[in-house]
């Protein structure tokens, strides 16, 4: 190993705080340190290749070392580095929003740029807040989300957040957050105490509890759902039929918002531009980033409803609210440029004509004792791991922590295979790989994980 090698190995251990990491995990050993990527594969330090198999971190849609999108940043920022939106424009926004508003569904015009995907859910409580204090009914502040459901870091993004672990050492939060059952169907006789429901039927019990939980709390004070359209913590629940259908109609029933938080579902993962479109429903607000530059530069964007902003469009009324680097002209620019690509290489397409392949591969892996569920759509998909098949036993958090950080995160990432083993619910392993990944990436992943796997089981 160079030396200047080894000063970026002392300087991550040494000055550099992670995120989301127990850092007494690398007391003795080196840090991973990823140095390149290109296409579907990044390499370390020491020049090992990993198939990235959750895109960076669900946000590299277009793959790893795309020159163009590198050019136009480079380009931009010659022209002009940066200018905030505070009250003047810039044309890549101006452009990027314009863009944006073609391919949203119904009426969804008005973009609001952030800097990442917390931002944009904090950005959508505030905006429900003061959109109906403007409108006269300024009792209205609540907002229900679903159990173990992830909408970011932010005060107020985490108070929507599910996961009590993830809250704890910061309460207390935001007041006003409600939690009703989410959509995972594999445990759907356990979280509704009903045995045996259809897919269907456990849609539509699941959506009648945000009914109940706004008749609990009172219509005139509750103003926004938040709901991703395939939700990412628990491990890719997709909604089961006619769910958000029924969601749509409970909201309008109770003059409640739709948010729907696409930080992970839009911009291709799920092979519609937006991740509503895949389930066939309008939200008032879609909240977004990760993917709109494949992680090329930093961005976010709340993207409301056109009679969310009509309120705002007269007298001295404003949305004060705000981020110095919202819209920053090189992250519009890159973003803009990535549109490109999506468009030229018909990337929709490809996710849409591969999701069988996808799905294919992992269901073959069911045959191990050690997977109870396989689920997701597009490019998103979770395994969950299990015990006993037959009953459905999942691990306690003792025998989750060894599976998981003892030996399946590691042992997956030396074979090869970057990807997420996580126990925010039950233990699972989440994949959601680059878009431009095709059936040798598949093939690839699918021998990584059966291998692991066989052998994880073998140390049960």
Known sequence: MTQPE?????????????????HSAYQQSEIPTIVRGEGSYVYDIHGKRYLDGLAGL????????????????????????????????????????????????????????????????????????????????????????????????????????????????????????IRVPNTNHYRADEISGIKGMTPEEYGFWAAERVARAIEMEGPDTVAAVFAEPVQNAGGCFPPPPGYFQRLREICDEYDVLLVSDEVICAFGRLGTMFGGQKFDYVPDIITCAKGLTSGYSPIGAMIAHERLFEPFKNGDTMFAHGYTFGGHPVSSAVALANLDIFEREDLLGHVTENEPLFKATLDGLRDLPIVGDVRGAGYFWGIELVKDKTTKETFNAQESERLLRGFLSKALFEAGLYCRADDRGDPVIQLSPPLIAGPKEFDEIGSILRNVLTEAWARL
């Open 58 to 177: 669900f946000v590299v849609q277009v793959g790893h070392g795309r020159q163009e999108l590198a050019e136009a940043a480079a380009k931009q920022a010659q022209e002009l580095a940066f200018f905030p939106l505070w009250s003047y424009a810039h044309p890549k926004a101006a452009e990027l929003a314009q863009r944006l508003a073609t391919y949203t569904p119904g009426d969804l015009n008005r973009v609001f740029f952030t800097t990442g995907g917390g931002e944009a859910v904090e950005s959508a409580w505030k905006l429900a807040k003061q959109y109906y204090k403007l409108v006269g009914k300024p009792l209205k502040h609540k907002v229900i989300s679903r159990q173990i459901a992830y909408h970011g870091t932010p005060q107020g993004a985490l108070s929507i957040t599910g996961i009590p672990a993830l809250k704890e050492m910061f309460e207390p939060l935001v007041p006003g957050s």
């Open 6 to 22: 080894n000063d970026v190995l002392k300087a991550a251990q040494d000055n550099l705080w992670l995120h989301f990491t127990r």
